[in-house]
């Protein structure tokens, strides 16, 4: 759409993706031999629109229906059934269900932190939040600032330096900055995230992994002379994915710059003591937070401090009854199409009273241990990170789909080795065990070519 809707996530016209086809889709629906490796939105709708036709789910989904309100039933301890509060073409409804999953994500509700920006009440220029941007075109011959360091601010300096006059890009702690092709030009996803490396950071000595961490993330570019290197380089908070951000600050058309200190009427201060005029216009890739306006009773999500607490990533602990889940509320150095795949298959055993849950207090101590870990890798015990195979593992274990290693090298040597030392692709996931899928194995055989 051309502008961003209330509510809705919203992106701007150039959206690639930065996980590549062969790990994204869905575990039992390859996209077809066609497709790039990297898509543009529109082709990955395009792919969306197809998984619901050939599995036939059209006739289930109620389309531009707004859900207005969720609460527990009077009766909630004994059912676990929820009142749905919907809204469609302004006509009110009232349904029962006996589960909800909640898929909103975490790109929906913008944080614009101005007011730790001093004196941006008297910056002349304008300013928005980047989920307010959709093309270049009309900052054409303008000084834009860009503040944030993550994957839109980087795509959003990148397309404006083609434009603007100048681009400065903002960043508070600096990033890893990856390249979608890596070695001799493989997706770097097929390259990265595969079992055996997963293995081997588990076994190495933590100062060891740390220095081929920040060795491989370096090999690129020394990220110390473009300016962007992480304040703490060996955590492993998400990387930026862009393919142009270095040769475009080569260039001089994008100039990297530490934290604003503070904005004036034309120009801008930064923290390093340096002064930019004439800035026009301001945009802030600051992230999002994540909000939940639709639950009567918010703190049944946020049930800690504030914090969105939830075992496995997934189910609210405190819950009488086990029917309510969240879907699509983590991030690792994976695609989020199968993490949330993987998620709704735990979450339905769960509904289904076939996946046995530990007690309340057992759950608690689950997600403070994970919350411990997060701090000790990521830096901080709220992030939504997680590693991606240990967490895919976790969930597949308790529902019985996780491939045997042995198994499979005492019965099929060949797809044992592709398992193990190829990339971790979801049709791992569908190998054995419930929902298993025929054409996982030739897949998981095949995927190279259908790369190539």
Request: some cysteine.
């Given at each position: ?173 600096g990033s890893w900055v990856m390249s979608r092709i890596w070695e001799h030009g493989y997706p770097w996803d097929m390259m990265i995230i595969t079992r055996f490396r997963t293995w081997l950071g588990n076994i190495l000595p933590r100062a060891f992994s740390d220095w081929l961490y ?81 639950m009567e009773d918010d703190s049944i999500i946020k049930s800690r401090d504030n914090e969105v607490t939830l075992y496995k990533d997934i189910l609210p602990p405190q819950l009488e009854k086990p029917t309510m889940v969240v879907i699509g509320l983590v991030q690792s150095l994976g ?79 060949r797809l044992a080795l592709e398992v193990f030392f190829g990339p971790c692709t979801p049709y791992q996931f569908r190998l054995m065990g419930p929902g298993k899928w025929s054409g996982a194995r030739t897949a998981i055989l095949t995927q190279w070519d259908r790369t190539l």
């Amino acid at each position: 759409q051309e502008r961003a809707e209330e509510g809705r996530a919203s992106i701007y016209r150039t959206v690639f993706t930065n996980s590549c086809k062969e790990m994204m889709c869905y575990p039992d629906f390859p996209f077809p031999d066609d497709h790039p490796n990297y898509m543009h939105n529109s082709k990955l709708q395009e792919y969306i629109c197809k998984y619901a036709k050939h599995f036939d789910l059209l006739r289930h989904i109620r389309f531009k229906t707004l859900v207005t309100k969720i609460k527990k039933r009077p009766d909630f301890s004994v059912t676990g059934q929820w009142d749905v509060v919907t809204e469609k073409e302004g006509k009110e409804e009232t349904e029962v269900f006996d589960a909800v999953m909640i898929c909103s994500g975490h790109h929906v509700y913008p944080n614009l932190p101005a007011a730790h920006f001093p004196g941006i009440q008297k910056f002349k220029g304008c300013y928005f939040h980047s989920r307010e941007y959709k093309e270049p075109e009309k900052f054409r011959g303008k000084k834009v600032l860009v503040i944030g360091l993550g994957n839109s601010g980087c795509d959003i300096a990148v397309e404006l330096s083609t434009v603007a006059s100048q681009v400065y890009l903002s960043s508070r702690s600096g990033s890893w900055v990856m390249s979608r092709i890596w070695e001799h030009g493989y997706p770097w996803d097929m390259m990265i995230i595969t079992r055996f490396r997963t293995w081997l950071g588990n076994i190495l000595p933590r100062a060891f992994s740390d220095w081929l961490y920040v060795r491989s993330m370096n090999r690129p570019f020394k990220h110390e002379n473009f300016g962007l290197m992480p304040v703490n380089g060996t955590l492993r908070k998400e990387p930026v994915f862009n393919d142009d951000l270095p040769s475009r600050i080569a260039c001089g058309v994008v100039v990297v710059k530490p934290n604003v200190k503070e904005f004036r009427e034309t120009s801008i201060l930064f923290q390093d003591g340096t002064v930019q005029e004439d800035v026009d216009v301001v945009i802030f890739a600051t992230g999002y937070s994540y909000s939940y306006p639709f639950m009567e009773d918010d703190s049944i999500i946020k049930s800690r401090d504030n914090e969105v607490t939830l075992y496995k990533d997934i189910l609210p602990p405190q819950l009488e009854k086990p029917t309510m889940v969240v879907i699509g509320l983590v991030q690792s150095l994976g695609p989020i199409i199968p993490t949330s795949e993987l998620q709704c298959r735990w979450a339905v055993k769960v509904f289904q009273g076939l996946c046995k849950l530990p007690s309340v207090s057992e759950m608690m101590d689950d997600i403070d241990e994970k919350m411990g870990k997060k701090l000790k890798w990521y830096g901080s015990s709220n992030t939504l990170q997680t590693d991606y195979i240990t967490y895919m593992d976790e969930l597949a274990t308790a529902i019985g789909v996780r491939p045997s290693l042995l198994k499979l090298l005492l019965t099929d040597p060949r797809l044992a080795l592709e398992v193990f030392f190829g990339p971790c692709t979801p049709y791992q996931f569908r190998l054995m065990g419930p929902g298993k899928w025929s054409g996982a194995r030739t897949a998981i055989l095949t995927q190279w070519d259908r790369t190539l």
